[in-house]
């Protein structure tokens, strides 16, 4: 599976939007983007993902390149309990072998009053 | 619905102890993994399963052991505890290969 490359870390203003950038410059076709946080102390949680179209759900929206060398995942009104580590994978589904999936150490996103 | 239960939440053991990390979902969920989460590095995978009675290595493999007797349990048995072992262990289910993971809350091993 591809690697990925995201800015250790990044701030925002509360009720502002939060972009958070991913680079997957290596990406395959069959490959999706996948989007999770992680709140301090707890398990990740899962976001949303994506192939090639730009994708939203209730908590975020998915933008990726034409290229799909790159997604930005974009919280449209951040409030402080986004304040979390938001981490960008890129996999193949049903692959069998997941060894060499790698989550890196993400984006630590801080949402200020 | 629960979602995906860890048990315990936190365990201290001696160097050369064994014991079983529970996990149990009730989700109908097929797809289940574990992972470890150590300070400055990203979830590493240990063990995961495509089915009851499939299961596969990760990357980390070394010192666990797991089985998927059933749809709904995926226990990770540690053979000898090591202080290499001492980490934060989360369990996450998924329906298909395509969904996003659902993750427990996690078990903090220190392993003295």
């Known amino acids: 599976d591809a690697k990925t490359t995201q800015p250790p870390s990044m701030d925002c203003a509360e009720g502002r939007a939060a972009n958070l950038p991913c680079n997957h410059s290596t990406i395959s076709g069959n490959e999706y983007v996948y989007w999770y946080r992680q709140i301090h102390s707890q398990g990740p949680q899962y976001i949303i993902h994506?192939?090639?179209?730009?994708e939203t759900n209730e908590m975020a929206s998915l933008i990726i390149t034409e290229d799909r060398k790159s997604s930005t995942l974009i919280l449209p009104h951040a409030t402080l309990r986004d304040t979390a580590v938001y981490y960008c994978?890129?996999?193949?589904?049903?692959?069998?072998?997941?060894?060499?999936?790698?989550w890196g150490l993400g984006t630590s996103l801080a949402v200020n009053p | 619905n629960a979602g995906v239960t860890q048990t315990p939440k936190f365990q201290v053991l001696k160097t050369g102890q064994s014991m079983t990390l529970q996990c149990a979902q009730d989700?109908?969920?097929?797809?289940m993994s574990w992972y470890r989460q150590d300070p400055g590095m990203g979830l590493r995978l240990i063990h995961y399963?495509?089915?009851?009675?499939?299961?596969d290595q990760g990357e980390v493999p070394n010192g666990y052991n797991v089985s998927r007797s059933t749809t709904e349990d995926f226990p990770l048995r540690l053979l000898s505890a090591a202080p290499s072992q001492t980490s934060v262990y989360f369990c996450?289910?998924?329906?298909?290969?395509?969904?996003?993971?659902?993750f427990g809350s996690g078990t903090r091993l220190t392993v003295v």
């Open positions: 399963s495509v089915g009851a009675g499939i299961t």
């Open positions: 989700m109908n969920h097929e797809y």
């Open positions: 994978i890129v996999r193949v589904p049903n692959a069998g072998n997941n060894r060499k999936l790698i």
């Open positions: 996450a289910s998924r329906r298909t290969g395509l969904e996003g993971y659902t």
């Open positions: 994506g192939l090639k179209n730009n």
